[in-house]
């Protein structure tokens, strides 16, 4: 193997350098014209394979761009050079023999030596270094397959004359198919119908067709109220404000101060023998606030010690009192959790549970009464149009001899079923109660005396915001109705007076009486009844009490009213103290008139004849009667969530009616938990629950069990349980069919909705 003739090496003490064959570009020096060459940092080229003994000592790229010791860093033309000429080798400054024997060691020796490469990084080194590198004899050849990558570096031989640089015979080139990049890739949503997911899919499209378009949009939406930790945070508004302060300086002598408690003493005995001269009843109407001495101001403040004062103050702050009614909620909630999620519809039996029984049974859950309803009986129970949490009940009187008693208006929730959240105390009992459907902190209030007020239930303090004074008969019902943008008040009286009243700016209600129930006279359709023996007396007066009051659920100008003679009178407002139609129903008077919420033609009315009786609107004969007994029904009322069940009272039994089963017996008894006789009966909002209340000032919440499932179509259920019920009646089954459907014609109403 011949190799190239290379300088001796020169050794050094200190150091071991070697002479370059090839001219550092940065060594400065004088060139062939005698000037001084300049400092060139050459661009990167193709490295030249440099086989050392059989060792590959080729040296590694150095980036010179990372240091910052080189003099001068210039960027090199071969970076701007094309594709065509990046190929393109320099010629280097060899002499002629030898790059001679340069060409003819490369095609002797191509395929039997290894590849080296020397490149402009040696001469780079050189420059940072500032060594002179001596290389022994070293082959240089070249291979076919780094003809590509093969760049010869410029050499220049000691005291030799440059020759012309090799030039490779071949250059292989090696194209490759660069990675695909998606840009938007959009994948189909549809499925061929003959492949196998097109089962599955059609099954998922049914689905959400039935959850949005079908049935299954109206699934059951339930309002709970929950309590949630709360994050106690310092925000900007939990800081004090500054304080600022300003000294004031007064003098007050004793003199002064036994002369100002002497004229308060005075005044209060003026006050004390004005109010002695006054009578019993100017006594009572006396307002307390006319008293010129107030709790800060009285003598008693002032023998009240500090803490005694901050005691009292707290005691009346509105933020101590929201506090304990949140304690109380919480207390209550720990006490009757179970019973306050089956009142919700929280724990409700599955409905696809294997032994399923009809028992229609009734299960206490708790009762609203304390020490001040010990006694009273309770008139009247109605719920609050936003939230059927909150119930309000009306205390007054049963029997009419009952003296000196007091009313009473207590507004109850079902977080707090031990103590009231709101409690109203009047002079007189009260018999009527009504919530408004537009504004649900207004409750009309109806007295025994004749009075007629209008409540805000938001306000702790008794707050009447309308009012009248003008009867003296006991209010029996009170209806709220709306006609328009307008929500206006029905009143029934003792008197036979039915009132409409309008709130208005002014302090008193606007009253128009719009009926007059006078009694009836010759012969009436309906029930067959007893005549009366005829008497020569002549009666004080000839209008029959006005006991109950029900709105058409369709006709917003149509009410029926029911007499204490047992007539139901057919009204409108359009025509005063006229009524359309009337119909005998009991023999005695009537204590409730309630439609269905399913099939508004139906509704029952219940009386003093110890029975209960079922109307179709068109129709004056009843179409179911409950078996007599020797009590009267004082109420009945429809469930909201199954409609053919209806809850009725009779003294202290509980009655529960399902026109689907039979109707010559009720499917379940229910005796009162205090032995007490009941009075008022209502239906919760959602049907799952019915209050009662009886004359001893309780309301007992029972839950409904093992009932049966609602329908789906309720109308199609009635008129099914009504042609079984009137089979032995054909002549009413004929009428019933030529009614038609149960429910009206909106259609003839929709122009006062829209």
Same mark, same amino acid.
């Given at each position: ?7 001796k090496r ?12 090839v ?10 014209d005698?000037?001084k ?15 050392y ?10 980036n ?14 071969m ?18 023999v030898?790059?001679?024997?340069f060409?003819?060691?490369l095609l ?20 940072y ?12 050849t ?7 990558d ?6 220049e ?5 440059p020759?012309?640089?090799?030039i ?11 990675? &695909?990049?998606?840009?938007?890739d /959009? ?5 061929? #119908? %003959?492949?196998?997911? !097109?089962?599955? *899919?059609? =099954? ?32 900007r508004?939990?800081e004090t404000?500054?304080?600022r302060?300003?000294n ?9 101060m ?26 009572e109407?006396?307002a ?5 001495l107030n709790?800060e ?7 009240? &010690?500090?803490?005694e004062?901050? /005691? ?5 702050? #509105? %933020?101590?009192?929201? !506090?304990?009614? *949140?304690? =109380?909620?919480i207390l ?31 299960e ?7 020490d ?18 909150i ?6 009187k049963?029997?009419?001899n009952?003296?000196n ?13 031990q103590q ?5 105390d009047?002079p ?10 537009v504004?649900?902190n207004?409750? %009309?209030v109806?007295f ?8 805000d ?11 009248d004074?003008?009867?003296f ?27 409409r ?7 008193n ?25 005829e ?26 009213v ?14 005063y ?5 009337l119909?005998?129903a ?9 439609f269905?919420?399913?099939a ?6 219940c009386?003093?004849?110890f029975r ?31 409609p ?5 009272i ?7 009616w ?17 032995g007490?006789?009941?009075?008022v009966c ?16 309780n309301v007992h ?5 093992d009932?049966?499932i609602?329908?789906f179509?309720p ?8 042609k ?6 054909p ?12 429910n ?10 829209n």
């Amino acid at each position: 193997m011949a190799q190239q003739q290379l300088p001796k090496r020169s050794i050094n003490k200190s150091s071991v350098s070697y002479e370059a064959a090839v001219p550092s570009p940065f060594k400065k020096g004088k060139g062939k014209d005698g000037g001084k060459q300049k400092a060139v940092i050459q661009a990167p080229k193709p490295l030249v394979p440099v086989i050392y003994e059989g060792v590959d000592v080729t040296p590694v790229y150095l980036n010179p761009y990372l240091y910052e010791g080189g003099k001068e860093r210039q960027i090199s033309i071969m970076d701007n050079l094309t594709k065509e000429n990046s190929f393109m080798l320099q010629r280097s400054s060899l002499n002629r023999v030898d790059s001679q024997k340069f060409q003819t060691n490369l095609l002797l020796q191509k395929q039997e030596i290894e590849t080296a490469t020397l490149t402009h990084r040696s001469i780079v080194t050189s420059a940072y270094f500032g060594d002179d590198i001596v290389i022994p004899a070293i082959s240089i050849t070249s291979k076919s397959e780094y003809s590509a990558d093969f760049v010869e570096e410029d050499v220049e031989s000691v005291g030799e004359e440059p020759v012309e640089q090799a030039i490779p015979e071949h250059i292989s080139l090696i194209l490759k198919e660069t990675a &695909t990049i998606f840009l938007l890739d /959009l994948p189909s949503a549809t499925v061929p #119908k %003959a492949s196998d997911e !097109a089962s599955a *899919v059609l =099954e998922d499209n049914e689905t959400y067709d039935y959850l949005t378009k079908g049935k299954g949009r109206n699934r059951k939406v339930l309002n709970v109220g929950i309590q949630t930790v709360p994050v106690l945070m310092k925000a900007r508004d939990t800081e004090t404000k500054k304080m600022r302060f300003k000294n004031t300086s007064t003098y007050v002598s004793a003199w002064e101060m036994y002369d100002t408690f002497k004229e308060m003493e005075q005044r209060s005995d003026d006050d004390s023998d004005v109010i002695a001269e006054l009578t019993d009843e100017e006594q009572e109407t006396a307002a307390p606030d006319d008293h010129r001495l107030n709790d800060e101001a009285s003598l008693d403040s002032y023998r009240m &010690t500090n803490d005694e004062k901050q /005691l009292n103050k707290i005691f009346k702050s #509105k %933020a101590f009192l929201d !506090a304990l009614i *949140v304690i =109380e909620r919480i207390l209550g909630n720990n006490c009757y959790n179970a019973q306050q999620k089956r009142f919700k519809g929280l724990s409700d039996p599955d409905v696809f549970r294997e032994n399923i029984e009809y028992k229609y049974k009734l299960e206490l859950l708790w009762t609203y009464s304390n020490d001040e309803t010990n006694g009273r009986c309770v008139t009247a129970v109605v719920f609050n149009s936003f939230s059927e949490d909150i119930v309000a009940v009306a205390y007054g009187k049963y029997f009419y001899n009952d003296r000196n008693c007091r009313g009473m208006v207590m507004i109850w929730n079902i977080k707090n079923p031990q103590q009231p959240e709101r409690q109203y105390d009047f002079p007189v009992p009260v018999s009527s109660v009504a919530f408004s459907k537009v504004n649900p902190n207004l409750l %009309a209030v109806g007295f025994y005396n004749g009075h007629l007020k209008i409540l805000d239930v938001s306000k702790r303090e008794v707050f009447v915001i309308r009012e009248d004074t003008m009867f003296f008969e006991p209010v029996w019902s009170v209806v709220w109705f709306q006609q328009g943008d307008d929500e206006d008040i029905l009143a029934s009286f003792g008197d036979g007076r039915v009132c409409r009243y309008q709130i208005t700016g002014a302090e008193n209600l606007k009253r128009t009486q719009i009926m007059l129930t006078a009694m009836a006279e010759g012969k009436l359709k309906g029930i067959k009844y007893l005549k009366k023996c005829e008497s020569k007396e002549i009666s004080i007066t000839g209008y029959e009490q006005a006991r109950c009051l029900a709105l058409h659920p369709t006709d917003p100008f149509t009410y029926f009213v029911g007499t204490s003679e047992g007539v139901v009178h057919r009204c409108s407002t359009n025509y005063y103290n006229e009524h359309m139609d009337l119909f005998k129903a009991h023999d005695g008077a009537i204590h409730t008139v309630r439609f269905s919420p399913f099939a508004n033609k139906l509704y029952y009315t219940c009386g003093d004849d110890f029975r209960a009786r079922l109307w179709v609107d068109g129709i004056s004969e009843p179409l179911v009667t409950s078996e007599p007994s020797i009590l009267p029904v004082l109420d009945v009322d429809w469930s909201p969530g199954h409609p053919t069940i209806i809850a009725t009272i009779r003294g202290p039994d509980i009655l529960v009616w399902d026109m689907q089963r039979k109707m010559y017996e009720s499917q379940s008894v229910r005796k009162s938990p205090v032995g007490a006789l009941n009075t008022v009966c209502r239906f919760t909002t959602n049907g799952r629950c019915l209050m009662v209340g009886d004359m001893g000032g309780n309301v007992h919440v029972y839950s409904l069990e093992d009932m049966p499932i609602p329908p789906f179509f309720p109308e199609n259920l009635i008129s099914q349980s009504l042609k079984r019920l009137l089979v032995t009646r054909p002549d009413l089954l004929k009428k019933l069919r030529k009614l038609g459907s149960l429910n009206f014609d909106k259609k003839q109403f929709s122009k006062y909705f829209n």
